[in-house]
DNA sequence: CATATAGATAGACGCTTGTCAATATGTAAA
DNA sequence: TTTACATATTGACAAGCGTCTATCTATATG
């Protein structure tokens, strides 16, 4: 992974609301209307969050009629857990 | 860890100069006169970006007579673990 | 004290980001 | 086909960020 794509992952994770949608994710997936009612954002900013996180790899959406589901991608864990890696080492015993 | 420190932390980590700042901390403690030998910033736009790694509590700082000496911090790791168990669970094998 | 050197701070500038209202697109149902 | 609903896109705006030049502070040395 490059450090390019993980400003871009970095970047993603930066933001209060979108830390909000990977908490309700953590359960499973959800259509963006039910992210919705839980976050304090119009739908147009709910739209520009999940096209963050999807682009950045971290979520993966399905479509389903004129429903979006949305959940934590299946390599989210491994591609934090690369970043940790390559800055700070193995082990939490430096 | 609360969302405004993790928020702080992904930011800091959002940045290509800081990430190569980090790379270099990874083989011990430099002085910031070095590191600003290895990266195309000036003088002022590194101490920027070392006061925003040291606010986020990733790297420490240890001042000796008019140097500055940096190093990644010993928790720096835990911190980042923490992050990602939170948002993306304990293991790689959802 | 005067000078030199390492680093921090202040202020300015352009670019990016988070947000919203308005509108467009796509899908399903009547 | 018309209507309703879920989501995406556009355009605007204020706030934040990365960078620079200029200047300040602190420390060491002649």
Same mark, same amino acid.
């Given at each position: ?11 993603? =994770?930066? @933001? ?8 309700l994710?953590?359960n499973?997936? !959800? +259509?963006? %209307?039910? &992210? =919705?009612? @839980? ?12 096209k963050? !996180? +999807?682009d %950045?790899? &971290? ?12 959940s ?13 890696t390559?800055?700070?080492g193995e082990e939490?015993?430096r």
């Amino acid at each position: 992974m490059n450090d390019r794509e993980t400003v871009k992952i970095c970047k993603a =994770l930066a @933001d209060e609301n979108r830390l909000n949608i990977l908490r309700l994710l953590r359960n499973g997936e !959800l +259509c963006a %209307c039910h &992210l =919705l009612e @839980d976050l304090h954002i119009t739908q147009p900013t709910l739209s520009h969050h999940m096209k963050l !996180l +999807c682009d %950045c790899g &971290l979520v993966d959406y399905r479509k389903d009629g004129k429903w979006m589901h949305y959940s934590i991608a299946k390599d989210a864990h491994a591609k934090l857990s690369a970043v940790t890696t390559e800055y700070f080492g193995e082990e939490e015993s430096r």
